[in-house]
């Protein structure tokens, strides 16, 4: 298992190019099954989930073609997928494949809309916390789907179609959203979609469901509208910028001071963050190019946070804020409503020298002078970066043990890291 090795105490300058975002890639790969025709999608991250996904895809019979680097290509330029399920031959999505990626659940709703029946195992994934599906399943009941859970596999028919319907979700959910929306746009008829997830990713898959031919409005709003079509075609489509990439080295460079422009992060998807970032003592400015953030001299300032559904504080930059808060000049209060196992992160920074105390779902932080490096272990991917960040502003050698949860979601992090002056080297074995 590869180890990474960072020798803390540098300041980060320079650029970092922000690659495409994970949680917008994954949904719209599977977005994919809805249509006979060819989906192209440009700026899709090279990441462990990616391979994961295609290869999910391919056991449902699906053609998924990667471009290699072509001349003139920059080394962090996105890469091109063509994929092609104009044949579905399988309509099974098996545990052993389900079971490494949560996201590859989402295949449901896809393939029931268009194929009527779909038999998706139970997901693992990320070991933060009991993750239901209850709300997605929901969904496509209100679409007409019959669903059965049996065995671990949730089967779903729909033999006649979808018909349109109401969805109200009691809970935001992404995951719900993206459900609903593939459903839906092949349904017959009319949905409406209250309490919807508003997150970026959405209105990225919405729009891409559109250029496919889908009638979506309000994407981004907490309702949307979905007249069903009966057919969807192919499209051309480029995943949006990674706002949780963009945000993480925003805050290492807050952690270590520097000055670091952040090329194509696009402010609008993360504004919460870089305000709380802002308070914390960091400057940010948005230029043509990207996101310039820089911090000289002054300390961090402490800050008070709960994560909430989009445009709120993300859940997936909650590790990455304490890691920056332990630091701080004073005490921080950092409260996690997503999800309520997500504080893995606390008991290795402790082994850096934070000072965290947890009660319930709050981190008080006591801002240390100084963390000394250590041996460490990620836990999940949030959890893994916000180890990296506290290392890069730690005194000596710390060793992240179990780096391929960072692999799942970031691309190419210790050669952006690298090229910016850290100290940071891949071991590997
Ligand atoms: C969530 C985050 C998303 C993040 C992703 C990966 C929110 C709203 N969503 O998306 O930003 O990128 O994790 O870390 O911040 N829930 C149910 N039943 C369901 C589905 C969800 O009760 O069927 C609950 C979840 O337990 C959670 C909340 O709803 O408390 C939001 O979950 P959801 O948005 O669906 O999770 P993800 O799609 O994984």
New binding site residues.
Partial sequence: MDRIRIVGGKQLIGSIPISGAK?AALPLMIASLLTEDTLVLENVPRLADVGLLQRILLNHGVDVMLSGKRPGDAPYDGQTVKISASNIVDTTAPYELVSKM??SFWVLAPLVARMGQAKVSLPGG?A???????????ALRQLGAKIDIDGGYVLAYAPNGLRGGEINFP????????TALMAASLASGTTVIENA?R?P?IVDLADCLNKMGAKITGAGASRIVIEGVSKLNGARHAVLPDR?ETGTYAMAVAMTGGDVLLEGGRAELLQSALDTIEQAGAKISVTNKGIRVSRNGAGIAPVDVT????PGF???LQAQLIALMTCAKGTSRITE????NRFMHVQELARLGAQIALDGQTATIAGVEKLKGAPVMATD??ASVSLVIAALAAEGETMVNRVYHLDRGFERLEDKLVACGATVERISG
Wanted: hydrophobic residues 40%; aromatic residues 4%; charged residues 25%.
């Fill in positions: 949680n949560r996201a990320c933060i916390g009991t993750r239901p599906v209850d709300l997605l399943i929901m809970k935001v959910t992404v995951g719900g959203t993206h997830a997150e990713e949780i994560t909430e559904p989009f993300p859940t997936d409503t997503i999800f309520e991917l949030r």
